[in-house]
Nanobody, 115 residues
């Protein structure tokens, strides 16, 4: 079983930046992909960015050029650097870890972009 702990959310003005962190523990040896999803009020959860253990990366079209996902294998941590934030980025952001045994989710961290 994998446990995920997220941090780094908050309130930021449009055009600002935030960095989210997600630390994994437990059965981390089985993880082959980690990433970030988000869910805005009244909307379905959607993929933001994912990175595999082979460093293959995928981004949602809406965040390309503004968000960067990275990982520190030694710390079992994945980061999401979010720049030029827009009000439509407001959502609860969830960390996800995928393994052959299933999918694990963090508790979520709120990101609010507002002036």
């Amino acid at each position: 079983q994998v446990q995920l702990v997220e941090s780094g959310g908050g309130l930021v003005q449009p055009g600002g930046s935030l960095r989210l962190s997600c630390a994994a523990s437990g059965s981390i040896f089985s993880i082959y992909r980690m990433g970030w999803y988000r869910q805005a009020p009244g909307k379905q959860r959607e993929l933001v960015a994912v990175i595999t253990t082979g460093s293959t990366i995928n981004y949602a079209e809406s965040v390309k050029g503004r968000f960067t996902i990275s990982r520190d294998a030694a710390k079992n941590t994945v980061y999401l650097q979010m720049n030029n934030l827009k009000p439509e980025d407001t959502a609860v952001y969830y960390c996800n870890a995928a393994s052959p045994y299933g999918s694990s989710w963090g508790q979520g961290t709120q990101v609010t972009v507002s002036s």
